[in-house]
């Protein structure tokens, strides 16, 4: 096990000039999950590949541990990719399909024996090892392809998109697995995915990338309660933050006909950079439709059981309208074609400055 | 039914394949039953007006990468399975969401590795196994693909005048690059090494495996060759300004390896002064294929390489017969295919020309002529050659357009004709040292 250092760790693909990867700055802590997310292009993968040797890296370097790995061959890393290769051979027992590895590697029997019992026991797989693959369940086949990657004791796992190629089912049912799978290994584990909830259901932390700069490095709670940029917070959660540009006054923003209260520390940040607009942010869960707040018309309403979302318009003073998302209790949604009043709930409003992104007070 | 068809489908009657079902449960009468490798996604065949198509289902971005992929791969001149279309947005009948299914045109005559041998996989066929995969994996290397998933299972074979073309399958974990790194390479390599010889010990368990091969020590082979071969087509060469031969010495070693210069990058001596003025000359190489070109340049026959070769061969032996000089290539090359390719392939009986691919058959007859020439101390001529071989060798084996019917089980058991083609004491046709 092992801490992972990135320090203004830099990829160019040849024949570009934009760096694939923009001095990457990140420290892993030893045995924690950490998991790089971001759109497509964003630089994730990149940074996995970095990782494991797969991409050179142009400038800055890497570290496993103490041991700087940043020019060390992709086999010499003490790493493991999971799920690499999960075509279970057929006439080789589970144990022997866990172990072959070790084996090619020279590993000893008794040595190999051990390890297959010890990740069979993790993986649940133990009364199994004896049987073929044929006799197993989708889950416990996958489990098998972990216990591959468990058997060489690697200092990381790393994790590309693992869970692409499962149907909607089994994809839930493997990511608890892996999650609760690594709090009981503690290996440190470097996950990439673009799908936002994956990254909050199972990360310690969560790297956020866009553009291959990192843009926040956090656990899912703070990256959702205090983004540090309009990207972030756009991106963490679903349905997604409402981010709409708007003036502000000494008393707050100006949304529709009324005003949203901001905070000092947003109103004096805003000051300072002297803008007289903001792009306010509030999620669509921390809303309230009531008698008071500023005036949306309603367009569209999905109802959920337990939840309701409705899709409205809210229009300035000016006309321009701006389309929000909010999520309300399934059992009082209003209709569609209605005019309801809005308040945001808990003081949880965001504001960033419109020009760079970055977030505006505390 | 619903479903989204992406790809410009050359055969409509696709469309009306029971998509609404899931492919597991997709009828004997609908599909055909071909040897297969270890996959973890469902993969089953269907025929339709003589082609077979092989149908894989998995999620949709992944099979529409996957197409895109292979595509490329195909316009880039690789050895892979030609992509058909990609089915999206399946619906059963009962309103359930399906996977999406990509859609590959399979190749003719090829077949996976288990299907190649009788019994069991002897240690000649293996070496020609390993040598093929690993040509394929330097020319995916060579255009910039690192597959991510090489392995025996992943390729199919076709026969190739006695070693054999491997076509990558899968390229479901693969990546292009503009060009590939150190790391990736040798990654890609680690991982062939380990699949294959998790696959040769899967042939193991399952008594398989000739009992003089050692599963660990054969997969290793894979890296050994790998190397030599992306060592010698990609190497630096230095030479001296007076030493030109050696440069005209590689190209030919070259082309005579299957491949071409692209292009030449020269670096000039870091010390004007030195008199011994030295070159480094990288010969880039695009595209394998040398002798293949050549031979549908002169005759219109696409073959593979080995194939080629061989048949190059006997078209220089048959314009030096009839007294041609080398200027009179295209007359002669015209001559032969009259006088030679097209005679013996016509003495073959139309029910039996289904069996093997034809130019591999031409092959197997110039094999058969040099067998019976030793034996009888003298030629034997081409005619009777080709005649004994239909009688003794031909009739006994399986079809290999494209089993249809037939487990892979059985297959094995019918094709214990092989080694009547690569006996034990043949020299191997090695495209490395050619």
Known sequence: ?362 | MAFEVTAALTDTDLLFLPWATPLADWSEETTVALPKGISRHIVKFVRLHGIVYAIKETQQPIAEREYDLLQKLVRRGVPCVEPVGVITGRVSDSGEELPAALMTRHLEFSLPYRALFSSTLRPDTAERLLDALAVLLVRLHLVGFSWGDCSLSNTLFRRDAGSFAAYLVDAETGDFQPRLSDGQREYDVELAVTNATGELMDLQSADLLHESLDAIETGKKIRARYNWLWNEITSPLIMASNERYKLDERIRKLNNMGYDVAEMLTTTPLHPSDNDIRIVMTPKVVDAGHHARRLIRLTGLDVEENQARRLLNDLDQFRLEIGLSTSDEELAAHKWVTECFEPILAMVPRSLRGKIEPAEMYHEVLQHRWFMSEKAGHDVGRLPATENYVRTVLVVKPDERAIIGTATDEVLENTQEMRLVFPEDLPDIDVRSN
């Open chain 1, 1 to 362: 096990m092992a801490t992972v250092v990135f320090s203004q760790a830099t990829r160019t693909y040849p024949g570009s000039t934009v760096p694939a990867v923009n001095a990457l700055d990140l420290e892993i802590a030893d045995g924690e999950f950490l998991v790089l997310v971001g759109p497509s292009g964003c630089g994730k993968s990149t940074s996995l590949r970095m990782l494991a040797g797969l991409e050179e890296v142009n400038s800055g370097s890497i570290f496993i541990g103490d041991r700087e790995v940043t020019d060390v061959a992709p086999k010499d890393r003490d790493i493991a990719m999971v799920f690499q290769n999960y075509a279970l051979y057929p006439h080789m027992s589970v144990a022997e399909n866990m172990g072959f590895a070790l084996k090619i590697a020279g590993v000893s029997k008794d040595e190999i024996n051990k390890r297959v019992v010890e990740a069979a026991k993790i993986l649940d797989l133990e009364p199994y090892l004896d049987r073929k693959p044929k006799n197993l369940s989708g889950g416990q086949r996958q489990r098998v392809a972990m216990g591959r990657a468990i058997v060489r004791n690697p200092q990381v796992f790393l994790m590309d998109e693992p869970l692409s190629n499962l149907d909607a089912k089994l994809r839930v049912q493997t990511r608890t697995q892996i999650a609760s799978l690594q709090q009981r290994l503690g290996v440190t584990t470097v996950y990439v995915t673009h799908d936002q909830t994956e990254a909050m259901t199972m990360g310690d932390r969560v790297a956020v990338m866009k553009d291959g700069f990192l843009q926040q490095c956090d656990t899912p709670q703070a990256l959702y309660d205090r983004p540090v940029n309009a990207f972030v917070a756009g991106f963490i959660g679903s349905p997604a933050m409402n981010l709409i540009d708007v003036r502000i006054d000494s008393e707050g923003a100006v949304l529709g006909d009324a005003h949203v209260p901001l905070g000092q520390d947003v109103l004096g940040a805003a000051r300072s950079a002297g803008l007289d607009t903001i792009t306010l942010g509030f999620r669509p869960e921390d809303t309230v439709v009531g008698t008071e707040g500023f005036a949306m018309h309603v367009n569209i309403v999905e109802s959920l059981g337990a939840d309701g979302y409705i899709y409205g318009d809210i229009t300035n003073a000016n006309g321009e309208v701006n389309q929000v998302t909010i999520r309300t209790d399934g059992r009082n949604i209003p209709r569609k074609g209605e005019n309801v009043r809005l308040q945001v709930t808990g003081g949880h409003t965001h504001a960033f400055n419109p020009a760079t992104g970055l977030r505006l007070g505390n």
